[in-house]
């Protein structure tokens, strides 16, 4: 046997940057005190390698299995993985703590056909039971592993040869070919590698959960994304019971699709009409309150956009924004005042994105305007008008993607007239039964909702 050989580096626990030298702040990243020691055992790398040796084989005389996809009867969760789960992938789900992650998959792999091991290391095998019960799952085939030893996991496997495995969370796992300790970027990484030479060379599906530190990375290692197939984020709002799984990388699908499900008393149910959802709660005949058509992946989603702008009572004009850009809806606020005339000056402007979602398209900037036009004039917009469409730095309306899908969409719902760009208008083959309205300018839309 080959003694090990101990090299001593420091790693960003942030970003993963490596330096020879401890250093108080992150070259790369910037970060402070993020720098901590590691140890690299070089056997490991050795003992990875080996194993069955591959031969090149031509491209032409290879097959392709992605028919051999496995559904968990989750239509959602299946739809964001591209289709079922394909087997000896590893997918990562990262998301908040406290978002329903450890829900999720207990619910999907429930379902599976084949024996599962689901492998915690932050909860008793009571707690996940006591989960069960309320999701109702009484499944003979899931096993429950309490564990953090990378190494009695691999044990566990060996003598059960489960179908799929769920690790919750890659965080509370450490190896002991590692010194540092579990959470770190160095135990992150290494187990995470293993698992998927796991998944590999046993085609056995691999779930990694996730946590996401603050700064919305995942905990640790950026690195983590590169290593695996498909990396899942379950996001959504703690307040409110919508939850988004969005692929954000996959190596067996599109990264569009994303899958909406609502947290209930009886764990997550599947949204399969959003639009609905997002607004069943609407006021009627109330002013500053605008509904959107926005995309998210492949799925047009119609959301109410709030405003509420009141008189500063005193010193500067509050701004807040939640679920948008901050610094988005200031420039609409500045586009607004200068090229429509607003006075907004010396008022606080509130606005919101109805149901906890997070907007990042510059489709919805124009029920942004229309809504803040309406607060600040006290008038109510139409329950039955839809918006969208991208305001320009001179009040122009610019056109959007993929106009008729938000058309379409809207259509369903029951909405009767669209105010949508010109440039959106000019190009559209069906008009869903609604009355278009085409605008150029901020102005112009503003007079199409009587503001
Ligand atoms: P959990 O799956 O433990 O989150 P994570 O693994 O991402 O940390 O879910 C946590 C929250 O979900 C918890 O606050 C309780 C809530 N919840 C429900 O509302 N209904 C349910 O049926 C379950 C199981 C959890
Ligand atoms: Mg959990």
Same mark, same amino acid.
């Given at each position: 046997m080959t003694m090990a050989k101990q090299k001593k580096f420091y790693q960003c626990q942030a970003c993963g940057y490596t330096t020879a030298k401890w250093m108080g702040r992150c070259p790369d990243c910037g970060e402070w005190n993020t720098l901590s020691e590691e140890r690299k055992d070089t056997r490991k790398r050795e003992g990875l390698v080996s194993g069955a040796k591959a031969e090149p084989v031509p491209l032409n005389e290879l097959e392709a299995d992605t028919s051999v996809r496995v559904t968990t009867g989750i239509g959602e969760f299946d739809r964001v993985l591209g289709g079922g789960i394909v087997p000896g992938s590893?997918?990562?789900?990262?998301?908040?703590?406290?978002? &329903?992650?450890?829900?999720?998959? #207990?619910? /999907? %792999?429930?379902?599976?056909? @084949?024996?599962?091991?689901?492998?915690?290391?932050? !909860?008793?095998?009571?707690?996940?039971k006591l989960r069960a019960e309320r999701l109702a799952i009484s499944s003979e085939t899931v096993s429950l592993l309490a564990e953090n030893s990378l190494e009695h996991v691999m044990q566990a496997t060996d003598g059960m040869e489960p179908g799929a495995v769920v690790i919750d969370s890659i965080q509370t796992m450490y190896t002991e070919d590692f010194e540092s300790a579990p959470g770190s970027v160095g135990q992150v990484r290494e187990c995470a590698a293993k698992m998927?030479?796991?998944a590999k060379r046993?085609?056995?599906?691999?779930?990694?959960?996730?946590?996401?530190?603050?700064?919305?990375?995942?905990?640790?290692?950026?690195?983590?994304?590169?290593?695996?197939?498909?990396?899942?984020?379950?996001?959504?709002?703690? &307040?409110?019971?919508?939850?988004? #799984?969005? /692929? %954000?990388?996959?190596?067996? @699908?599109?990264?569009?699709?994303?899958?909406?499900? !609502?947290?209930?008393?009886?764990?997550?149910?599947?949204?399969?009409?959003?639009?609905?959802?997002?607004?069943?709660?609407?006021?009627?005949?109330?002013?500053?309150?605008?509904?959107?058509?926005?995309?998210?992946?492949?799925r047009p989603l119609l959301v109410e956009i709030q405003a509420l702008v009141s008189q500063t009572t005193f010193g500067v004009p509050r701004r807040t924004t939640i679920g948008m850009d901050f610094q988005r809806v200031n420039l609409l606020v500045a586009v607004l005042e200068k090229l429509a005339g607003l006075h907004l000056g010396g008022m606080d402007i509130f606005t919101n994105v109805v149901g906890g979602l997070k907007l990042a398209e510059p489709a919805v900037d124009l029920a942004v305007v229309i809504a803040i036009a309406s607060s600040l004039k006290e008038l109510p917009v139409g329950p039955e008008v839809l918006a969208f469409g991208e305001v320009g730095l001179s009040g122009e309306i610019r056109a959007v993607s993929q106009a008729e899908?938000?058309?379409r969409e809207a259509s369903k719902i029951g909405f009767k007239r669209a105010i949508i760009p010109k440039g959106s208008a000019s190009r559209l083959n069906d008009k869903f039964g609604l009355e278009i309205i085409p605008v150029g300018s901020v102005s112009e839309a503003l007079e199409a909702v009587g503001l």
């Open positions: 590893v997918v990562l789900v990262g998301g908040d703590p406290g978002i &329903g992650k450890s829900t999720l998959l #207990l619910q /999907a %792999v429930a379902l599976l056909a @084949g024996k599962v091991l689901y492998v915690s290391g932050e !909860e008793s095998p009571e707690q996940i998927m030479f796991y046993n085609g056995v599906p691999v779930f990694l959960i996730g946590h996401v530190t603050k700064e919305g990375a995942i905990a640790g290692p950026r690195v983590l994304e590169h290593i695996v197939d498909t990396v899942l984020y379950f996001e959504g709002d703690r &307040g409110h019971p919508y939850r988004i #799984l969005r /692929a %954000v990388k996959n190596r067996f @699908g599109s990264t569009n699709e994303i899958g909406v499900f !609502e947290m209930s008393d009886a764990g997550l149910k599947e949204v399969a009409n959003p639009s609905e959802l997002f607004l069943s709660e609407r006021p009627q005949g109330v002013a500053g309150s605008v509904v959107a058509s926005a995309i998210e992946g492949t899908l938000r058309l």
